[in-house]
């Protein structure tokens, strides 16, 4: 651990004419691209300054029976050791696989592997080569265990509840240590591309403040630096080429235009982060540094790259499983493993000649008796299930609204149709329910996050909540503004799934059983329990 | 007592407008009303009720679909033109068109039981449905047709007009309306325009009951400004100047598929 007293002081003598070098960037290239709206400009994304000034506020790094259920490797933050081109980790359900495309990756002065800001968190810390380059909260709970609650991943600027609370108890980091939450916190009005405020077309009420910042006096909505905290999960940093490829000017959504790439001028097709607010991974990258790792400068260029570059070449996938066996061996299903995920091409998966992630045949037929080709054949089945077995989709804003009709009757795999992800192809934020109410109250531990009331102005609504909305997680709103928006969270992929539970943006899902068990009410699917429990196998081998 | 006979003269009148539909093959019609869903294999199909009688406006499709079908928890206006066919329980409409209205409605949330019928086959959907196809069998839903050609824009360059039409009461750009603004800004670079100039228009619409639906006054302003916004996010032409205009009088309703032409935004391309 670093001094905290250096960390605790105020740091904006360097870091206030950094971010004013921000915004004085964002105005030279300003009047190349008239952007109202969300997006960025150079690098930086809209939200990016606020945030930044938010970060530096809080302070850095200084218990119950927090058990982790298993316990996964920790990669430290700039130890310096090597990551070689296969590397692969154990998980509860046996091993997930990495392949580094380019080679070994010597992690000594790298920008992922380092912790380049101030409180000794590097990008590496909450995006673990061991957890899928994601986090559980097993891992986090080891770590709390292994420290005393003092691993940089608890950082109280969004590794607790609120950075104003007393850092040492576990209370003030229970979203953490029990969902795998940290805090995200955006400006709110949002910010145009240009670092402007929005003016949205609903009103946010804070409703219940369970964690007390949204209603904080340096934190919260009534801030000189107003944010609305909302509570995620990290999200897989890996197999980037399918997660982030092409674009169009519009959103086939809804007909708004998309953000472009700052530096190219290109369309960007708007797929990471749970509410798409950052364009590229690099505007990401920038903006992670400064609010996740609390760094008082931006990245270099250099840095910038080395992240970008370490990035794209990463894959990442279950490569062992316990009950399965090898899943990569010769011969066996195409779409498994890391490899698979290099060899492979992004398209559109929701057909018959490109199935999402691939035939199974090759496990369809069950042994007797053999209780590894019985899961296999399960797995085999799920995949069928999740590709063909119909239900009612109803109510899902960015699915029910693009004209396919409310309801539609489809599988899983309409959603999540992308090639070896299960990504969605187009923007993939909708309104699932795990954020707004009536859904999210099935999930019961959406209860321990803030609630807030939003009202659509006059001509305004939500398509299917009307103009008053509740909500835990407003998503894509938040960023964008609008009423249409609220509640819709980005899908995120579906690899390395059991290395990195709990599921959805806001950790409602402890496992893949109470995921589907969501699925299953939400839209009254009606699955068997072998249909289940073949779903749940079939997710575990991804 | 009284009331029963009512509702007997009722159900005596709507078996006579049943007939009159019928007698009234190629006629344009238009009414708003709740849609109802046939839980029909292996999709779908969306019915709409005017005056007693069933009408079909389509299947569930895709994007590429002619038809977009409505949504539930929201009225719709139905249009277009009856024919003496039957479809899926209802009288086939041609050209249909199912407008969302933009007002919360949770009475629209009628789904009938398939009751013997069924869509077609061969349509494809959204994701995969039905079965996988067996070895050396063709995959049920077609793939995704092709798409047509460029038209290639050659001098001598003259103005030219491109229109959008959008469904009721909205300035949702669908595809066909992006094709338009897409055509307008190809035609307008190839003829490296001076000037493009954009008029929102709104419309009134002539229902079967006889009475006017009237959008509401913002929305010819607001499709303008869509058209506008699109425009420029992919890009004004180098040297064009844009002109952004509404013509906030409705249209007069002619009760015919003038009416749904006349929700539009026309794209002047002055070379």
């Known amino acids: 651990m670093r001094s905290d007293a250096h960390r605790r002081s105020w740091p904006f003598a360097a870091g206030a004419a950094s971010l004013m070098a921000l915004s004085l960037a964002v105005a030279a290239s300003a009047q190349s691209q008239a952007e109202k709206g969300p997006g960025a400009i150079g690098d930086v994304s809209g939200q990016t300054p606020a945030q930044a000034n938010q970060a530096q506020r809080a302070p850095t790094p200084a218990s119950p029976n927090i058990t982790p259920g298993f316990t996964y490797d920790w990669w430290e933050p700039g130890d310096g050791q090597t990551l070689g081109a296969e590397a692969a980790y154990p998980n509860p359900h046996g091993q997930v696989g990495l392949l580094n495309a380019s080679g070994p990756i010597n992690t000594k002065g790298h920008a992922f592997f380092e912790p380049t800001g101030t409180n000794g968190r590097a990008c590496v810390s909450c995006h673990q080569p061991s957890n899928g380059m994601s986090l559980s909260v097993d891992s986090v709970r080891d770590r709390w265990r292994a420290t005393g609650g003092k691993d940089p991943i608890f950082a109280a600027v969004d590794g607790a509840n609120c950075p104003n609370l007393p850092q040492g108890s576990a209370a003030s980091h229970s979203l953490l240590l029990n969902h795998g939450l940290f805090r995200v916190f955006v400006p709110w009005p949002p910010k145009n591309a240009d670092g402007t405020a929005m003016n949205p077309e609903f009103t946010l009420e804070v409703v219940s403040d369970p964690t007390g910042c949204n209603l904080d006096a340096t934190y919260g909505l009534k801030s000189s630096n107003p944010h609305v905290s909302v509570y995620r999960r990290p999200r897989v940093v890996a197999n980037m080429k399918y997660v982030v490829n092409g674009g169009s000017p519009f959103n086939i959504k809804d007909g708004s235009p998309m953000d472009r790439d700052p530096e190219t001028g290109r369309f960007v097709n708007m797929n990471i982060m749970a509410d798409a607010r950052e364009p590229t991974p690099k505007t990401q990258a920038v903006n992670a540094h400064l609010t996740h790792l609390q760094g008082k400068a931006k990245l270099s260029d250099a840095q910038l790259k080395q992240i970008i570059d370490f990035e794209n070449q990463l894959y990442v996938a279950q490569s062992l499983h316990q009950k399965a066996g090898n899943l990569v061996e010769p011969g066996g299903p195409s779409g498994l493993g890391p490899k698979a995920m290099h060899a492979g091409t992004p398209g559109l998966g929701d057909n018959f000649e490109t199935p999402v992630f691939g035939y199974f045949d090759q496990w369809a037929k069950p042994k007797a008796g053999d209780p590894q080709s019985e899961f296999r054949a399960s797995v085999a089945r799920g995949m069928e299930v999740y590709f063909t077995r119909p239900f009612y989709i109803r109510d899902v804003t960015h699915l029910n609204t693009v004209g396919l009709g409310n309801p539609i009757k489809r599988t899983c795999a309409t959603c999540h149709n992308a090639r070896l992800t299960g990504m969605d192809f187009a923007p993939g934020w909708m309104d699932l329910g795990t954020g707004n109410q009536p859904w999210a109250d099935t999930l019961e531990a959406t209860k321990e996050l803030p609630l807030f009331k939003l009202t659509c102005k006059a001509g305004k609504a939500h398509p299917f909540l009307g103009r008053v909305i509740y909500s835990r997680d407003p998503g894509r709103a938040l960023i964008s503004g609008r009423c249409s928006d609220i509640g819709a969270i980005t899908m995120q992929q579906f690899r390395g799934l059991a290395a990195r539970a709990p599921y959805f943006s806001n950790g409602s899902a402890k496992d893949l059983k109470e995921l589907v068990d969501f699925y299953d009410k939400r839209f009254e699917a009606k699955y068997t329990d072998l249909e289940k429990q073949d779903l749940i196998n079939f997710l575990s081998v991804l | ?271």
């Open chain 2, 1 to 271: 007592m009284t009331k029963l006979k009512t509702s007997l003269v009722a159900t005596a009148i709507v078996a006579l407008c049943g007939a009159t539909a019928s007698a009234q093959t190629g006629k344009h019609i238009a009414f708003v009303s709740c849609p109802i869903l046939r839980n029909t294999e292996p999709v779908p199909c969306w019915l709409g009720e005017h005056a007693g009688e069933l009408y079909y406006l389509g299947p569930q499709g895709d994007l590429q679909a002619e038809f977009y079908p409505p949504q539930f928890n929201h009225k719709m206006l139905a249009e277009g033109i009856a024919t003496n066919e039957r479809y899926c329980g209802g009288i086939v409409l041609k050209q249909a068109k199912a407008s969302v209205l933009p007002d919360f409605d949770a009475t629209c949330n009628v789904m009938l039981p398939a009751m013997g019928y069924s869509e077609r086959k061969d349509l494809r959907g959204p994701g995969p449905s039905g079965h996988r196809p067996a070895p050396g069998e063709k995959a049920a839903p077609e793939p995704p047709r092709p798409r047509p050609p460029q038209v290639q824009y050659t001098a001598p360059f003259t103005p030219k007009e491109f229109v959008a039409t959008f469904d009721a009461d909205t300035d949702r750009m669908w595809r066909s309306a992006q094709g338009a603004m897409n055509e307008a800004l190809r035609y307008a670079r190839a003829a490296k325009a001076k000037q493009i100039t954009v008029t929102g228009y709104r419309a009134a619409i002539k229902l079967a009951d006889g009475k006017d639906f009237v959008e509401r006054e913002s929305v010819a302003m607001s499709r303008a400004k869509v058209i506008e916004e699109a425009i420029r996010t992919q890009g004004l032409p180098e040297g064009a100047k844009l002109e952004v205009k509404w013509v906030t009088r409705p249209s007069a309703s002619t009760g015919t598929e003038r009416d749904a032409a006349a929700r539009k935004v026309v794209i002047a391309v002055a070379p």
